[in-house]
């Protein structure tokens, strides 16, 4: 049993709570890049080991302002097509605005539970900071699932509730914090893995209770 997975649950997305979290990510779109440089280092860390060969299909859920695409397209040296998916308008328009000329990164404002994309069309997709702020975590890892390529792989790097007071900073975040909904332990992110099909391949320590959980579509 998920511990708290019923509160993640009983969150899941209404009309109000979709326009909140937008208006929200819209109200930082204009400083974000100068307010969030620590998400920016943890998606260096993240991106500059992922394995960006050949000609790699690579998705960010929840991009924000696109740094983390323009990077990944920039060490595959033209190589590939980037895509990012947000559900700030305005973020879309600020990564698009800095993408100007990419021919191969594109943007789509989109719900993470709901993804414009065709059945197996990704080899990578990553999530930094991000997920705790999905409602129905359960839906977007199917639509994960959906979208990857067999034997792609899910990277999500988020804090992780591993001990006592990650799990006390959980309940709070949940009381103050606008468009928080749930940080999963460890072993929460492996049986929300094992429910939409994928096969958990571990994880990888960024920093104290912070991770990148790794899972992988299965080949069929």
Not at 73 to 90: C, Q
Not at 170 to 176: F, M
Not at 180 to 197: D, P
Request: hydrophobic share 40%; proline share 1%; with cysteine.
């Amino acid at each position: 049993m998920l511990s708290g997975f019923r509160r993640a649950l009983s969150l899941e997305k209404t009309d109000d709570y979709t326009k909140q979290n937008e208006e929200l990510w819209d109200s930082r779109a204009e400083t974000y890049d100068k307010r969030f440089g620590f998400t920016r280092w943890t998606q260096k860390k993240l991106v500059s080991n992922l394995e960006l060969g050949g000609n790699p299909y690579f998705l960010d859920l929840g991009c924000g302002t696109g740094w983390a695409v323009r990077y990944a397209a920039n060490l595959a040296n033209g190589r590939g097509e980037f895509y990012g998916i947000d559900i700030s308008s305005k973020m879309i328009m600020k990564a698009e605005a800095s993408s100007f000329g990419h021919k191969n990164i594109h943007f789509y404002k989109a719900d993470a539970e709901n993804l414009p994309f065709d059945n197996d069309f990704f080899d990578l997709i990553i999530s930094t900071n991000a997920f705790h702020h999905f409602a129905n975590h359960e839906k977007v890892l199917r639509e994960v699932h959906r979208i990857l390529k067999p034997k792609g792989r899910i990277y999500i790097l988020d804090v992780v509730a591993d001990n006592f007071m990650m799990k006390i900073l959980d309940r709070l975040s949940g009381k103050i914090e606008q468009g928080h909904v749930k940080i999963y332990s460890t072993r929460e992110y492996q049986t929300l893995f094992e429910n939409a099909g994928l096969h958990f391949v571990g994880y990888k320590s960024i920093m104290i209770s912070m991770k990148t959980l790794i899972g992988e579509k299965v080949s069929q």
